[in-house]
T-cell receptor, first 116, second 114 residues
């Protein structure tokens, strides 16, 4: 069975702190790993990672994938109150049945709260 | 493009009633996913389609749930009969080339079964 496990489930820090969110996975036919941010409504896309060791960066957010150890981290530096959200990790795996089809499975999410 | 469009945004229904949720994916996207989100279980994949064909419905909770995708621009998720434990936010997402491009989410349907 596909597994995507995120840790911690909840994190409270002060504005300006740096945080690291973790995502480990066990899937067959792995294709890519994605990070999403969810505030009050729909998840919004942050990063897609397909290769090990290559850091993706967007402003204060960065992420890296380790395909050997089957995990990814999402770093946020100099956190701001606007970073408060649930951060979701998802893994895309190839279908065992239909070529070209991909299954997207999510972890439980990490609820990040940034206090001023 | 307006993005993934879901309707209704909110639905309150009585136990035992039939509920139909609707989704219009982004034009040109060939994969469509239905998810259910609750505080306890997070974002669960219910079913996904590729080129309108259901690929994996192993996440559908039970026979009361069914999903269809009659064409590339429309999908429905039906619950019949509905139960209070079905109360959740249901999201639809679509992707152009899953695994290579990200999935885009609709705004969700908040379902309350009383």
């Amino acid at each position: 069975e596909d597994k995507v496990v995120q840790s911690p489930l909840s994190l409270v820090v002060h504005e300006g702190d740096t945080v690291t969110l973790n995502c480990s996975y066990e899937v067959t036919n792995f294709r890519s790993l994605l990070w999403y941010k969810q505030e009050k409504k729909a998840p919004t896309f942050l990063f897609m990672l397909t290769s090990s060791g290559i850091e993706k960066k967007s402003g204060r957010l960065s992420s890296i994938l380790d395909k050997k150890e089957l995990f990814s981290i999402l770093n946020i530096t100099a956190t701001q109150t606007g970073d408060s959200a649930v951060y979701l990790c998802a893994v895309s795996r190839r279908s065992l049945v239909i070529q070209g089809a991909q299954k997207l499975v999510f972890g439980q999410g990490t609820r990040l709260t940034i206090n001023p | 493009d307006a993005g993934v469009i879901q309707s209704p945004r909110h639905e309150v229904t009585e136990m035992g009633q039939e509920v139909t949720l609707r989704c219009k994916p982004i034009s040109g996207h060939n994969s469509l996913f239905w998810y259910r989100q609750t505080m306890m279980r997070g974002l669960e994949l219910l079913i996904y389609f590729n080129n309108n064909v259901p690929i994996d419905d192993s996440g559908m909770p039970e026979d009361r749930f069914s999903a269809k995708m009659p064409n590339a621009s429309f999908s429905t998720l039906k619950i019949q009969p509905s139960e209070p434990r079905d109360s959740a936010v249901y999201f639809c997402a679509s992707s152009l080339r899953p695994g290579l491009t990200e999935a885009f989410f609709g705004q969700g349907t908040r379902l309350t079964v009383v």
